[in-house]
């Protein structure tokens, strides 16, 4: 099928290297003619493992092309994709001036009937909304093209994305036609995985439901952690012994730190802010995000605890994304933690290896190491911030023998603290035996 997808941040190059790769025919738009040049000549603006090798095999084939030439992305496809971004507004609702853009550029633009499949997370009700501006559009035109709105949001796991893309869980699409239903299961067709359908104000809120539940588990598993510190309990396995229940799961509920990134808090504030709206408040989602906001704090006051006031003393920061495998820093937690460390009037070296050239556009003062062991040297302390595996493996006798002092501080709980005190460090956890 020949296929259009406008936007090529993150999920739209995902997206668009995925379905190229299972046989259609695709078309990837973005207004930005310098980023377009650089897609075509294989570059990635972004670190995702296994995108950029595929999409240069795609671009060689001539499967998948970028293009900033919209009228003709449109006039070419069948299935006109929208993956632009739906930044917070200050009231925590979703943006949405470039979903309205991209439509209303779409409604200039087409000729024949297309489906409309919007995989922007978006709200509830988007779907009706792209359909007026649709219609606005061709009225102005004095035209009545035939169109499908269809909801069809992305489930992709940054740093894993490639992978959920080729091999979802389920494919979530919201339609209320025949015929789009007939060719989402057509451009679906060569993936095992279950199609789910429904409609797309049910779709919108499955996107939202599933994100804000996610980020209740992080949330819920965080807040007990304290309470673990306190009693004695480990929260390590306490998580694992709930997560045996079939009904519970044991995904998502490692302690640490915080979620961040760009999708559970963007998406958990947008759903409040539907709430509020709506005047029906999400008592237990307003927990989820002040929690959420209160753990980097609540880390700080262990960091605080350890090693004293931070005036003049040393600190390594182990990672700066807020997970691994991406260099996505937005939200992350140790973006929170820098400014109120650098305020106590700590010195700071960091080591992330993907994310250091983001963060040092926002905290050029920090020192940025060679590598990990660069970063230590010297340190009266270090924080563990995002589970790379590369932290994971690093030898820590050299560890103790490098750093000025002996704290070492696992906001991800990723270590065994058994064996880092066996070399000598300070170790502590969140919400372990032993830690506090």
Known sequence: ?????????????????????????????????????????????????????????????????????????????????????????????????????????????????????????????????????????LAKRGTDIPFDIVS????????????????????????????????????????????FYTTVRDAEMIKYASNAFLATKISFINELARLCEKTGASISKVARGMGLDSRIGGQFLRAGIGYGGSCFPKDVEALLHLSRQEGVPLQLLDAVARVNQEQAAWFLQKVLRHLGPLSGKKIALLGLTFK????????????RLIPELLAAGAELSAYDPQGMEAVRRLHPGLRYAKDPYDALAGADGALLLTEWQEFLELDYAQVKRVMAGAVLLDG???????????????????????TG
């Open 412 to 434: 991800r709980n990723a270590l065994d603290g058994e064996k880092m005190r066996g070399y000598g460090l300070l170790y502590d956890g969140v919400g372990e035996r032993g």
């Open 152 to 195: 069809n949001p992305e489930f992709l796991r940054e740093g894993k994305a490639l992978h959920d893309a080729l091999h979802p869980e389920r494919i979530v699409i919201g339609c209320e036609s025949d015929k789009a239903r007939a060719v989402m299961t057509s451009l679906y067709e060569g993936l095992r995985t279950v199609l």
């Open 324 to 335: 691994p495998g991406t260099d996505d820093i937005r939200e992350a937690p140790a973006l």
């Open 1 to 137: 099928m020949n296929v259009a997808v406008i936007g090529t941040g993150y999920v739209g190059a995902t997206t668009s290297a995925a379905l190229a790769s299972m046989g259609h025919q695709v078309i990837g738009v973005d207004v930005d003619r310098q980023k377009v040049e650089s897609l075509n000549c294989g570059r990635l603006p972004f670190y995702e493992e296994g995108l950029e090798q595929l999409m240069q095999n795609l671009l060689a084939t001539g499967a998948l092309t970028f293009t900033a030439d919209l009228p003709r992305a449109v006039r070419e496809s069948d299935i006109l994709f929208l993956t632009v971004g739906t930044p917070s507004n200050a009231d925590g609702s979703a943006d949405l001036r470039y979903v309205e853009g991209a439509v209303r550029d779409i409604g200039r633009s087409i000729k024949t009937h297309k489906v409309i499949v919007s995989k922007s997370t978006v709200p509830v009700g988007t779907g009706d909304l792209v359909k007026t501006w649709l219609q606005e559009e």
